[in-house]
């Protein structure tokens, strides 16, 4: 079984940049693709980036697009989220989820692996 760890979050002003890491255990990384979700105060938890086992495919949530990029690096069982020109609105708890059906990845349902999740705070 694969766990999760994130960190990497913080207090950034806007326009600014922040590198979120999630460190994953176990043997079978590389069978799990691997998102990044988040969620802000009373809202529901949101869909951000995914990337597949391989790391040959990814897929954005239309509001991160062009700012935000996700990679992963299976000889070290990382995932990294790289955020850029960060908004306000990107403030929220990000959290790293691990799935093996890369084809379910926009939905919180197909993921079976969570991180604790890591605070990022975007000031104006």
């Known amino acids: 079984q694969v766990q999760l760890v994130e960190s990497g979050g913080g207090l950034v002003q806007a326009g600014g940049s922040l590198r979120l890491s999630c460190a994953a255990s176990?043997?079978?990384?590389?069978?799990?693709?691997l998102g990044w979700f988040r969620q802000a105060p009373g809202k529901e938890r949101e869909f951000v980036a995914a990337?597949?086992?391989?790391?040959?495919?990814?897929d954005y949530a239309s509001s991160v697009k062009g700012r935000f990029s996700i990679s992963r690096d299976n000889a070290k069982n990382t995932v990294d989220l790289q955020m850029n020109s960060l908004k306000v609105e990107d403030t929220a708890v990000y959290y790293c989820?691990?799935?093996?059906?890369?084809?379910?990845?926009?939905?919180?349902?197909?993921?079976?692996?969570w991180g604790q999740g890591t605070q990022v705070t975007v000031s104006s």
């Open positions: 990337i597949s086992g391989s790391g040959g495919m990814t």
């Open positions: 989820a691990g799935t093996r059906d890369y084809g379910g990845r926009l939905y919180l349902a197909h993921y079976d692996i």
């Open positions: 176990g043997r079978t990384f590389s069978n799990y693709a």
